[in-house]
């Protein structure tokens, strides 16, 4: 590494190596280290909620292995959560008891209120059970995280694969097309891998092949990885990769084009079943209702309560169910 690297760092060459080397067992000061300026993977610096859950747990958590502790880390890596799996550890159990405190808090002001006893019970009951159940919300994030990166990542691999290709075709190095993909946030989450290859190759010294290996292993979609992967068989058996390139981006190319005529297929008959059950059945029914009460005479007011309760609560609701529905399906265009 030069020694201008490490004066944009900040930090000492020697604090440096001590802290990166040393992998799991990085100290707090490691979280000094900045990277590219502007780059989503650049400031691990840690919040201050962070600092202060490391502080009052680090030595309960230090030395233990916590049972989910590798899956939790990689978890965070494939949810682009820069910090790692001790100190996320450490700000889940602080939240859990601060949920807790609350709970208990309640519970003072009720009984200081005299509220039922029944109550008091329950609440009494779901102190502890909160405090779990926040735990758990807390370390099952970055999985739902991860889950939604996977689909960004999916639904953008075509048009990143045209730049691709159309970069290879100019015979440009494969670490400066990654370098220059990540700086188009127009491919969303794509960009954010291509700014860890991109921080691993500058800024650690890694090769670019091993770059490439670090950042399949922690993405997200298999799509990814797989290409990914195909770019390292490709250079290490001496491939060509141009024509790799180029191939990936016409099978994407294709797969993208049939997810979008399934889209427009699905968002069709969504629309025609909204027609019908959101427009013409409410009509119906409403002029049904409408009848009835006119021949009935009697029971005209009942059916103005029937009428309006349609009109100003199922009517809406059908609409919003369907204005959900197709804003999901438009959505919904990944591979």
Partial sequence: MSSSIFDRLKVKKSKFLQTYESGNKLKYEAHKVRGIKGSYYGNTTLSPYYKLAWKLFSKIIQGRNFKSQVSLQNSLKMAAIDIRAEEYIASALLTSLLVGAISVLILLIMLILRVNIILNIFILILIPLSSWITYLVYIYYPQSVAGS???????????????????????????????????RP????????????????????????????????????TRWQEFLQGVITTSTTGGRLKPYFISKAEEYQNELRIALRRNAENVGLFAETYVTVGVAFPLFLIIILAIMGVISGSAGSSTIVLLSVFVFLVIPVIMGVFIWIMASVSKEVAI
């Fill in 149 to 183: 990166r996977k689909k960004k990542i999916d639904a953008n691999l075509g048009g990143a694969m045209s730049f691709i290709a159309s970069m290879a075709s100019a015979d440009v190095p494969v670490y400066v097309i990654f370098k220059e993909l990540a700086k």
């Fill in 186 to 221: 127009e491919y969303g989450e794509i960009r954010k891998e291509a700014l860890r290859i991109t921080r691993n190759t500058e800024l650690f010294g890694m090769d670019i092949l091993t770059a490439l290996g670090e950042a399949a292993r922690y993405s997200p979609s």
